[in-house]
């Protein structure tokens, strides 16, 4: 029995995240990064009981691009020389939830797949013989631990919603999280029965999202204020833009309205935008047009002027302000 997702405390930006791709599955996946203890599993197969199909598929880490993708029924070939398509773990995870625990330390080829497959919703398959193709309409979750290593930026960027999870922020929190999960262990099923009702409530609004998702629209300023957001983050591309755009009708969606607001931008933005904002937006670069500051001549330890400074800026070196200290850059991982 998994923890129920109304049940869980403390991560409220990562229950929103999960939340918007169980309605929207062709948001791209939802990429996880925290360190241990942060409830990222727990989360992730919570989830898998407010969708359709209730599936948790688990990619392990030395799985084959066969089991991945499906691969030639050999035991059909060989008693019936018959060419048969064996399904693999996308097929399984159709309509529920397909994990990857510790992503970065996946193969790139099969992050690539990956990324493919949740984005399109089909998975497509031309090898050994077999051409098929057939609905993977998935909700990809991945999970890591910044420790372990980084994923290449070009896998990162394709992630749809990226979620950095800090450690526990006070103690209050901290105990609400402990004394849930105790009761939960000391007896599942009478947690579970507490909690059934806004299980229930929250499986139907999911289930009602799903449905009006695809019919929201958007108005020209939402999508004005979109392009804003992107361009001051300095983004590459417009997987950002749509990214966000799809995010926030989802978000419309789970509030059961039938227009999407500014809000709803507003409320899904940081997802969207935390691995994909550039170095220079991120430090706050001066706006375009403001005029460029020139930096003073150097000087040396000893108060000399450095060669090449004249006589006319020499006699102004006692004028000059003091050294200023300026803060670090913060920069991408």
Same mark, same amino acid.
């Given at each position: ?63 084959? +691009? ?55 919703? &089909?998975?497509? &398959? ?8 057939? *609905? ?33 922020? @006070? ?5 609400? &999280? ?16 507490? #909690? ?14 799903? +449905? ?11 999508? +004005? ?25 989802? #978000? ?22 935390? #691995? ?20 003073? *001549?150097?000087?040396?330890? @000893? @108060?000399? *002027? ?28």
């Amino acid at each position: 029995m998994s923890f129920p997702f109304s049940a869980l405390q403390g991560q409220q930006q990562l229950q929103t995240a999960l939340l918007l791709v169980a309605v929207d599955p062709l948001l791209g996946g939802v990429l996880v990064e925290g360190p241990r203890g942060t409830a990222k599993s727990t989360s992730a197969r919570a989830l898998a009981e407010l969708l359709p199909a209730g599936r948790f598929v688990n990619l392990p880490l030395g799985a084959t +691009e066969e089991q991945l993708v499906g691969s030639l029924d050999l035991e059909a070939a060989l008693q019936s020389s018959a060419v048969q398509f064996r399904p693999g773990l996308l097929a399984q995870a159709h309509q529920g939830i397909l994990y990857v625990d510790e992503v970065n330390l996946l193969a790139d080829g099969l992050v690539d797949l990956l990324l493919d497959v949740s984005a399109s919703g &089909i998975n497509r &398959i031309e090898r050994d013989g077999v051409s098929h193709q057939h *609905p993977a309409r998935i909700a990809l979750i991945g999970t890591m631990n910044p420790e372990e290593g980084q994923l290449r930026p070009q896998l990162l960027d394709r992630f749809g919603l990226f979620v950095q999870l800090a450690n526990v922020p @006070d103690v209050a929190t901290r105990k609400a &999280i402990v004394k849930a999960r105790m009761a939960f262990d000391a007896d599942p099923e009478g947690f579970a029965a507490q #909690h059934a009702g806004a299980q229930q409530a929250l499986a139907r609004r999911v289930a009602t999202a799903r +449905e009006i998702v695809a019919s929201l629209d958007w108005s020209d300023a939402v999508h +004005e204020h979109v392009a804003q957001l992107c361009q001051q983050a300095g983004v590459e591309g417009v997987r950002a833009d749509l990214v966000m755009l799809r995010a926030a009708r989802a #978000h419309a969606a789970l509030a059961g309205r039938d227009e999407v607001l500014v809000s709803d931008v507003d409320a899904v933005a940081e997802l969207a935008l935390a #691995h994909r904002r550039s170095q220079e937006a991120g430090a706050g670069s001066p706006p375009s047009g403001a005029p460029e500051q020139t930096p003073p *001549p150097a000087q040396r330890l @000893d @108060d000399t *002027p450095a060669p090449g400074v004249g006589e006319s800026q020499q006699q102004n070196w006692g004028a000059m302000p003091p050294p200023q200290a300026t803060a670090l850059r913060a920069v991408k991982p």
